[in-house]
């Protein structure tokens, strides 16, 4: 095998030094003119063209970079990811449409075709005034004549897919608010993972994804961070946690995770002055997934539609299919109990409530890797606040879960209390269905309440769950 090889390799070569075919030398079987491989159409991958009406393209580009990577890399495609923030979100996304057909141009049959020098001349009357507004001048690769050609020349509309968008949302959306493009649906582990990767290569100045460990079936447990220095802790800057879908049967929170890591990155990039200050001010760390080998389950189950009959009032099933892991441990009943170890101390008063160390005997139970890799995770960032998204009941629920009197459950507030009940507060009331004091809505339990409650209160969980952890831990 490997000598075929070799000779294939050197008659190649020979192929290639000869400098020229005299008409002899085609009979003689020398000068076979050599067959390039022929240009292949290849998927769009750049994130900021994924929205164009076309899915192929062709390397080298129109500004004749060789490879994917050559184009991500370039100052044209640096400049597509700034420009809306430069023009203040004005010209969008018709400019970065037109930036995607140079450098990422619609590829049928192996063959490049170039975007119409009309549209772009229409782009460029329109967003002149933004451009003398910041005192810029047009690009040089969005030059009308140098990489755009006529009709007769066979050219295509690069704003064409925009045009479709627009007139279907057109109708409910006001055009003056820029917002973020967002298609609603489920994701599956495979396209949660691209998403979260490339959001973050879109937005790579401010964000990273990073794994903190394998699932049991060996899914990445998958980190997106967005801060202005990512992958470094800087002092005092606030590390923040999310998570999502502890539970893999509750995939609303891996849903609305999802979402937020792509509204960070693109409100960022449109200059949101809000989410821009809160990336460059904090540290912001998003699992949606805590448990992908449960969802997995989850939505195998629900495709084999034996959940038809699902009863929106019941209680969760603690056997509902996908809500543990692979190993059928239920994550949030799998971490250290601190919070009983907090309440033995206090009898003793021994009061301290932080920086609890974990019991050697939670080591000889049963941990699942997804508990583990949060733990460790918790040990190496000192994040000072989490959230964790569950699905089931409308509310805000604040530690302590585990109830301070062992066969009731009560309100048992944690030595930060005023902290939590505000925060919960907080969160609460910037939602109209949450604090709406309506008991009989969608989800009204804790109507009554302003759609808060202390854990403990609603009903204590004797140990394992992460928030209690969390908060002794930390
Ligand atoms: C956030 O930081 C970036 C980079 O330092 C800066 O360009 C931007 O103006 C900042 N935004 C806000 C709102 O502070
Ligand atoms: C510990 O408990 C005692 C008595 O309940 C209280 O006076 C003290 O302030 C507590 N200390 C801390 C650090 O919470
Ligand atoms: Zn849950």
Redesign the pocket.
Known sequence: MIKIVFLLNAVTLVRCVLPRCEPGNYFQGWCKVAVEPKPKCTDVVLGYCDDMSYSKTLFPNLLEHKTREEAELSTEYLLLSVIHSLLNGECNPDIRMLGCSVLAPRCDNGKIIKPCRSSCELVQKSCAHAFEGIDMAWPYFLDCDRFFVSEEEGCYDPLEGLREMQEMVMPSVSPEEPSTAIKFAYHSNTQMFNILKKTAAQCLHISRTYSIGRSVEGEDLLVIEFS?NPGAHELLEPEVRYIGNMHGNEVMGRELLIYLAQYLCSEYLLGN?RI??L??TTRIHILPSMNPDGYELASADMQSGSDTDYDEVAQPRANSIGRANAQNIDLNRNFPDLTSIFYNRRRFKRNRSDHIPIPTSYWFGKVAPESYAVMKWMRSIPFVISANLHGGDLVVSYPYDLSKHPLENMFSPTPDEQVFSKLARTYADARATMSNDDMSRCGGTFGDKGGIVNGAKWYSIAGGELRGHNCQFN
Do not use: E, G, R
Request: overall charge neutral.
């Open positions: 202005s002055i821009q200050t990336v460059n």
